[in-house]
């Protein structure tokens, strides 16, 4: 029996997943988490072979989280299941470490068959993440701004473009306010951008934030 832990903060998709999720007679809902910081508190005192998690989430985000958990539990697979599509998200955080990718709009075999995937040590490459894999190797220059970035730069990223400050990012992140400085010039300039309002306006115009 694979143990699975659901992370969202809206309880009606939870109990949505938990239903679909325990019509499998070999997978089993262990425990709920509303927010990042709560399911790494979970993960740090139980054993679970799977996450799935959303991204959009107070307290700590799923790009936060999914970074936190390479440290804490390097070999406890993620599935990221959000509200935003792949082409948003989906090529940043298979480089983040998560093994695979869906939208919650996925239907409902698709999102057991990515479980079982993940728990038996496998990726889940959707059809659409799969396409836009072979497009990033075919045709690289189509790629979007925020995908030219590295997995700590994205991380910045999504927090200047949600309006944190620099020393909230270096809180959060345990860096110094200079480190963060740095990453947002290096993120601006690959990007071509000015500053965090245009970084902000970049978010929304591409749903990476709502």
Do not use: W
């Not at 996450?51 to 989430?57: K, Q």
């Not at 072979?134 to 309006?163: C, W, Y």
């Not at 400085?181 to 245009?198: F, G, P, Q």
């Amino acid at each position: 029996m694979k143990k699975i832990l659901l992370v969202d903060d809206h309880s009606i998709v939870r109990q949505g997943l938990r239903n679909l999720i325990e019509l499998e007679s070999d997978l089993e809902v262990t425990a709920e988490a509303a927010s990042g910081v709560e399911a790494i508190k979970l993960i740090r005192s139980q054993k679970f072979d799977v996450v799935v998690m959303d991204i959009s989430m107070p307290d700590k985000n799923g790009v936060d989280t999914l970074h936190e958990l390479k440290h804490v539990a390097p070999d406890l697979p993620v599935l990221i299941l959000s509200g935003y599509a792949e082409e948003q998200y989906a090529l940043n955080l298979i480089r983040s470490g998560c093994k695979g990718y869906l939208s919650k709009d996925a239907e409902g075999d698709e999102i057991i068959t990515a479980i079982r995937a993940i728990a038996n040590g496998k990726r889940y490459i959707s059809s659409i993440l799969a396409e836009l894999m072979t497009n990033e190797i075919t045709q690289p220059k189509d790629k979007m701004l925020h995908e030219t970035l590295s997995e700590r730069e994205f991380q910045v990223f999504f927090k200047l473009a949600s309006g944190q400050t620099a020393t909230e990012i270096a809180q959060e992140l345990f860096i110094s306010v200079k480190t963060v400085s740095t990453y947002r010039t290096r993120i601006l300039e690959k990007m071509s951008l000015k500053n965090n309002a245009d970084l902000t306006y970049y978010a929304i115009k591409n749903a990476l934030i709502s």
